[in-house]
C-alpha cells in the first residue's frame, strides 16, 4: 500500500512554468515505478510522464516532450513534474500513480493501482 498526494496546480499564463509535487506515504516508496496522468476537461485521462523505481529512466508523451521534466526524491518519498512552457491545452486535473508492476506498458493507466486526488493546473491568459 502506498498513498499519495498531490500539490503545487493553479492559475498560470501561457509560457510560465509550474512544478507539482506528489508526496508518498505508506510502505516503501522506492519499489514503485512513477507517472503523471493528466485529464483535461471533458476528456479522458492521458499518460503524461514516467519514471523507474531508481529514477534512471524516464518517458514522456510526445507533447510535453521537451518542456516537461519528472524527478523523483526517494529519500524524501517524494515526485515531482516541472511544467515550463505551459500552453493552454495542458490544462487537466494532474495525478499521480504508482505500480509495483515493473514489466507492463507504462502508458497503459490500468496498470497504476495507486493513484492522488490530483490537483488542477490551469493554463489561460
Known amino acids: 500500500q502506498v498513498q499519495l498526494a498531490e500539490s503545487g496546480g493553479g492559475l498560470v499564463q501561457p509560457g510560465h512554468s509550474l512544478r507539482l509535487s506528489c508526496a508518498a506515504s505508506g510502505r516503501t516508496f522506492i519499489n514503485y515505478n512513477m507517472a503523471w496522468v493528466r485529464q483535461p476537461p471533458g476528456k479522458e485521462r492521458a499518460f503524461v510522464a514516467w519514471?523507474?523505481?531508481?529514477?534512471?529512466?524516464?518517458n514522456y508523451r510526445d507533447s510535453v516532450k521537451g518542456r516537461f521534466t519528472i524527478s523523483r526524491d526517494n529519500a524524501k518519498n517524494s515526485l515531482s513534474l516541472q511544467m515550463n512552457s505551459l500552453k493552454p491545452e495542458d490544462t487537466a486535473v494532474y495525478y499521480c500513480?504508482?505500480?509495483?508492476?515493473?514489466?507492463?506498458?507504462?502508458?497503459?493507466?490500468?496498470?497504476?493501482?495507486?493513484w492522488g486526488q490530483g490537483t488542477q493546473v490551469t493554463v489561460s491568459s
Open positions: 519514471i523507474d523505481w531508481a529514477g534512471i529512466s524516464t
Open positions: 500513480a504508482a505500480t509495483l508492476n515493473y514489466s507492463g506498458t507504462i502508458t497503459k493507466l490500468d496498470e497504476y493501482a495507486y
